[in-house]
T-cell receptor, first 113, second 112 residues
Framework: DTAVSQTPKYLVTQMGNDKSIKCEQN?????MYWYKQDSKKFLKIMFS???????INETVPNRFSPKSPDKAHLNLHINSLELGDSAVYFC????????????FGPGTRLTVL | GQSLEQPSEVTAVEGAIVQINCTYQ??????LSWYQQHDGGAPTFLSY????GLEETGRFSSFLSRSDSYGYLLLQELQMKDSASYFC?????????????FGAGTRLAVHP
């Protein structure tokens, strides 16, 4: 059973397009996250939700909009994609807010052409 | 501000012991964690130190000294499968949030 799953695994698209990445966790965790990992493997948090409520919103362009329909799902929509958005996006979850053990999804490699 | 420093690369041979150091600077320190990431894979949690001292989990141990703002991950009896990137992460306050802040990662290459 996959604990944290993301779709799609790969996403190749043109500049200016709008795309979404979906994430689901079946661990019963309260908290979910979106991270961005750039080409130098630097892993940086973008957003965090706790029980469907946004609790962390980093300095991310407002072209990025997360949405949590329920506490098992956290989706990421990106408008007007730019070259610099190319990265691997990881969804993660933790039992509670503030837990140091986070469970990461397999990642979505986004390439903007 | 928040900052973590760890070596960018470490090389070792199978069966050896390697130590990956991490120094940090953060507001409101709440513990040091370590994550492993294989190429093309997802980060996976290895260990957490909230208090000073050594935590041992099988071949891996992690150490923390809060007074020195320093920790390390010790990998013993290295195996080829240990070749991966290792990230230290501190939980601290930044931008008004309590969150995990990751270092840039140390790429470990294990050779036969």
């Amino acid at each position: 059973d996959t604990a944290v799953s993301q779709t799609p695994k790969y996403l190749v698209t043109q500049m200016g397009n709008d795309k979404s990445i979906k994430c689901e966790q079946n661990l019963g965790h309260d908290t979910m996250y979106w991270y961005k990992q750039d080409s130098k493997k630097f892993l940086k948090i973008m957003f965090s939700y706790n029980n469907k409520e946004l609790i962390i919103n980093e300095t991310v362009p407002n072209r990025f909009s997360p949405k949590s329909p329920d506490k098992a799902h956290l989706n990421l929509h990106i408008n007007s994609l730019e070259l610099g958005d190319s990265a691997v996006y990881f969804c993660a979850s933790s039992h509670r807010q503030g837990d140091n053990e986070q469970f990461f999804g397999p990642g979505t490699r986004l390439t903007v052409l | 501000g928040q900052s973590l420093e760890q070596p960018s690369e470490v090389t070792a041979v199978e069966g050896a012991i390697v130590q990956i150091n991490c120094t940090y600077q953060t507001s409101g320190f709440y513990g040091l964690s370590w994550y492993q990431q294989h190429d093309g894979g997802a980060p996976t949690f290895l260990s957490y130190n909230g208090l000073d001292g050594l935590e041992e989990t099988g071949r891996f141990s992690s150490f923390l000294s809060r007074s020195d703002s320093y920790g390390y991950l010790l990998l013993q009896e290295l195996q080829m499968k240990d070749s991966a990137s290792y990230f230290c992460a501190v939980r601290g306050f930044s931008g008004g949030y309590n969150k995990l802040i990751f270092g840039a990662g140390t790429r470990l290459a294990v050779h036969p």
